[in-house]
C-alpha cells in the first residue's frame, strides 16, 4: 500500500453470469487493479473481452461475483441498490458514447439533474450548472436542447453533467465513440485537462488512436486483466 | 429527491405528454364525477328521510281505519264498512284515557273545486279539530286560526295553503275574501305558512283546512257517513320515548271501544312514522348502492388507465431510467418520481371530476325529483378516492420502474 489510497482497487475480482445453469459464463477471472488518484487510464480489449463487465464493476452499476472492490475506500460487496446509487452519486461521473442526455431538458437542467439526487439546495444546484457549463466552454448554449447542439457540443454538456456532484472517478465508455476524429481529439484534451485538475479518469475503448492519449493502457482479454505499456512521455511525475 | 424536486419531475414528464395524461386522467374524471354525484344524492336523500321524521315527528301516531298493519295498510282486505270505524269521540277517549298523550286531533279529507271568479283550481280539503294544526307543525302565515265558534257551529270558514292562495289571490292574501268551495261559498279566515315539497314529493301546500263539522256537513256531499265518523285520527306524544308505551295503549283502548273479540283483527291501523319510512329507506338504499357501483367501477377502469399509460412510459423512459440511476438516483428515487406522476394525473383528474360533479349534484337537484345535498365532507371523500386511486394503481408500475437493472436499462435503444 501507498501513503495515498488508491481511488480504484481491486482484489481477485470475479464476475460469473446465469452461475450454476448450462449458460454460465465467467465474465471475469480474478481481476486485480490498482488506479490512483490523478491517473488517465484506458482499459482496451475486444468485444466479449469481459471490459463492459469491468466498467460496469468499477462503476458500481454491479456487484462482484468474488474477490472485492474497493471505491474511494468504499467495500462495494454488501451494497445494497440504494447504497449502491448513493456510491454511484459521490464517487463516479458517467460519460457514455450516445451522449444519454434527455431530449426534453435544457443544456443547463442537464447538467443540473444529478444535483437533484444530491439534496443540493436549488440556488447552488443552477450556480453550479451555470459554472460546470462554463468550463467546458458552452456558456452561450446554456438554454438549448440536445437537438440543437452538435455532437461535440453534447459529449461537453455530458461531461459537465458527469463532475456536477464532485466525484473522484470519471468513467467515460467509448466517449469518442460516435464523434469525428477531430471532435474526439477536443473531447480527449478535455479528459487531459480534467487529470491535470486531479481528476481519475478512466476511459475504455477499442481503439488504440485513443488509448495513445492516456498515461496507462490496461489491456482484457478472456476476462483477464493485462498491464498495457506505460507510456513513457505521459509517465507521471 | 426532496418533495418539491419530485412533484417539479413529475410535472415536467407529464407536460411533454400532456394530450395522453389528459386523456388518462379523463377515466378518474368520470369516476370522481360519479361519486360525488353518487354521494350528494345519497345523502340528500338521508336529509330528506331525517327531515321527514322529524317534520311528521317521531312523537306521532297515525290511527286509521280498517284493517291490517304496517306500511301500505294491507288495502286488500278493506271494505266499505270498515272504512268508517273511527269517530270523534274514539280522539275524545285517546285523550281522556291515555297517559302521555299531548295533541290529539280528528280529520276528514277529500277533493274539491275551489272557485274565486274565475280562476278555479283542484285541490285537497281537510277537515280538521282545532289541535290538527298543533301536531302537522302548520304556521298561520296570515289571519288567525279557526274559533270555537268556527268549530262548534260549523261555520263556512276556511284557511288556504300557500299554493291554493298564490293561484286564486297571486300576490295578495285574500283573508276576509269570499271563495267558494265546489258550490259552497266560504270566507277565507287565514293562510298558512308553506311547507314545501314533502317528503314523498307531492306539495304540501296545496290544500285548504276547514272545521271538521264544517266539512262533514258541506264538503262530505251524499257520502253518507255514519254520524261522528273521522277518516283519521292524529296524535302526538309528549315524550318520544313512551311512543311504544301510547301506541299500545291507544290499540287497546280501541279494541275495548269497538268491541273486538281477542283473536279477532283489529278494524283500525295505528301506524308509527318510522314504519312508514322504513320502505322509503330501503328503496334509498338500494339506488345509493346502485350508484356507488358505478362510481366503483368508473374509478376501476379509470385506475386501470392509469396503470395502463404508466407502463407504457416506463418502457419509454428506459433510458432516461437507466441514466437517472447511473447519476445516483436510487430505487427509492425513481418509484418516487412515477408515483408523483401518477397521483399527479389522478389528482389532477380528481379536481376536475369534483368541479363536474359538483355541476352534475346541482343539476340533477335541478332538474329532477332527487333530492341533493352537498358539503365538504363530499369533496373530501372524492378527492381521497382520487388520490387512493392513484397510489394503488399507480404502485405497480413505479415499483417495476424501480426495479430495473440500470445495466441492462442503459442498453435499451
Redesign the interface.
Known amino acids: 500500500m501507498s501513503a495515498a489510497p488508491a481511488v480504484i482497487l481491486t482484489r481477485a475480482l470475479g464476475k460469473v453470469y446465469s452461475a450454476g445453469t448450462e449458460a454460465e459464463v465467467i465474465a471475469l477471472k480474478g481481476v486485480d487493479v490498482r488506479i490512483d488518484g490523478g491517473e488517465f487510464v484506458a482499459i482496451m480489449g475486444p468485444s466479449g473481452s469481459g471490459k463492459s463487465t469491468l466498467m460496469n464493476l468499477v462503476g458500481c452499476l454491479d456487484t462482484p461475483s468474488s474477490g472485492s472492490y474497493h471505491c474511494d475506500g468504499v467495500d462495494v460487496a454488501s451494497l445494497d441498490a440504494e447504497e449502491l446509487a448513493i456510491l454511484r452519486r459521490d464517487k463516479i461521473g458517467f460519460v457514455f458514447q450516445g451522449f444519454n442526455l434527455l431530449p426534453r431538458m435544457s443544456a443547463l437542467e442537464n447538467v443540473a439533474m444529478p444535483m437533484g439526487y444530491a439534496n443540493v439546495p436549488r440556488e447552488e444546484r443552477m450556480r453550479r450548472a451555470h459554472e460546470a457549463i462554463a468550463a467546458v466552454g458552452l456558456q452561450n448554449r446554456e438554454g438549448h436542447l440536445p437537438s440543437e447542439l452538435s455532437g461535440g457540443q453534447q459529449q461537453r454538456v455530458a461531461i459537465a453533467r458527469s463532475l456536477i456532484n464532485r466525484p473522484p472517478i470519471l468513467l467515460a465508455d467509448e466517449p469518442t465513440g460516435a464523434l469525428d476524429s477531430k471532435t474526439g481529439e477536443e473531447i480527449l484534451a478535455l479528459f487531459k485537462r480534467l487529470r491535470d485538475d486531479g481528476h481519475t479518469v478512466v476511459l475504455i475503448t477499442h481503439d488504440a488512436e485513443v488509448a495513445a492519449h492516456c498515461d496507462r493502457v490496461l489491456v482484457m482479454r478472456d476476462g483477464e486483466l493485462h498491464e498495457g505499456e506505460r507510456l513513457a512521455h505521459r509517465a507521471r511525475p | 429527491?426532496?418533495f418539491m424536486?419530485v412533484l417539479r419531475?413529475a410535472i415536467?414528464a407529464l407536460r411533454?405528454n400532456w394530450m395522453r395524461s389528459a386523456l388518462t386522467s379523463l377515466g378518474v374524471i368520470i369516476g370522481i364525477a360519479a361519486v360525488i354525484v353518487m354521494v350528494s344524492v345519497g345523502q340528500g336523500t338521508q336529509a330528506e328521510i331525517d327531515k321527514l321524521v322529524s317534520g311528521l315527528g317521531s312523537q306521532r301516531l297515525d290511527v286509521s281505519p280498517g284493517a291490517g298493519r304496517g306500511p301500505g295498510g294491507g288495502g286488500a282486505r278493506m271494505n266499505s264498512s270498515s272504512f268508517f270505524t273511527l269517530t270523534k269521540d274514539d280522539g275524545e277517549a285517546i285523550r281522556n284515557e291515555v297517559q302521555g298523550v299531548q295533541y290529539v286531533a280528528g280529520a276528514l279529507r277529500g277533493n274539491t273545486q275551489v272557485v274565486l271568479a274565475e280562476n278555479n283550481a283542484s285541490t285537497n280539503w281537510q277537515g280538521v279539530q282545532p289541535e290538527f294544526f298543533d301536531i302537522n307543525a302548520w304556521d298561520i302565515a296570515e289571519g288567525n286560526v279557526f274559533d270555537a265558534q268556527d268549530y262548534s257551529s260549523a261555520d263556512k270558514v276556511v284557511i288556504l295553503g300557500d299554493s291554493v292562495r298564490r293561484t286564486l289571490f297571486g300576490e295578495d292574501s285574500g283573508v276576509g275574501q269570499t271563495i267558494r268551495l265546489g258550490r259552497v261559498p266560504f270566507t277565507v279566515v287565514g293562510t298558512l305558512a308553506p311547507k314545501g315539497q314533502g317528503g314523498f314529493g307531492q306539495d304540501q301546500d296545496d290544500v285548504v283546512m276547514v272545521p271538521l263539522e264544517t266539512a262533514r256537513r258541506r264538503l262530505l256531499g251524499s257520502m253518507g257517513l255514519p254520524p261522528g265518523t273521522v277518516m283519521q285520527i292524529a296524535l302526538t306524544v309528549t315524550d318520544p320515548k313512551d311512543l311504544d308505551y301510547v301506541q299500545g295503549e291507544v290499540e287497546a283502548l280501541l279494541r275495548q271501544r269497538h268491541k273486538i273479540q281477542p283473536g279477532d283483527e283489529d278494524d283500525f291501523n295505528v301506524r308509527n312514522i318510522s314504519q312508514i319510512v322504513a320502505t322509503r329507506t330501503a328503496t334509498t338504499n338500494l339506488m345509493s348502492k346502485l350508484l356507488g357501483a358505478v362510481a366503483g367501477i368508473c374509478l376501476v377502469i379509470g385506475g386501470i388507465g392509469i396503470m395502463n399509460i404508466m407502463l407504457v412510459s416506463v418502457t419509454e423512459r428506459i433510458?432516461?431510467i437507466g441514466?437517472?440511476?447511473?447519476?445516483?438516483?436510487?430505487?427509492?428515487?425513481i418509484r418516487r418520481q412515477f408515483l408523483a406522476e401518477a397521483m399527479l394525473i389522478s389528482l389532477i383528474g380528481g379536481v376536475i371530476g369534483i368541479a363536474i360533479g359538483i355541476g352534475g349534484a346541482l343539476l340533477v337537484g335541478k332538474f329532477s325529483e332527487l333530492p341533493v345535498q352537498l358539503d365538504g365532507q363530499v369533496v373530501g371523500l372524492a378527492a381521497a378516492f382520487a388520490i387512493a386511486t392513484g397510489l394503488f394503481f399507480g404502485y405497480y408500475p413505479a415499483r417495476k420502474a424501480s426495479l430495473l437493472d440500470?445495466?441492462e436499462a442503459?442498453r435499451q435503444q
Request: charged share 25%; net charge neutral.
Open positions: 429527491m426532496n424536486e419531475t415536467f411533454g433510458r432516461e441514466l437517472r440511476m447511473a447519476v445516483g438516483a436510487g430505487p427509492r428515487d440500470p445495466i442503459l
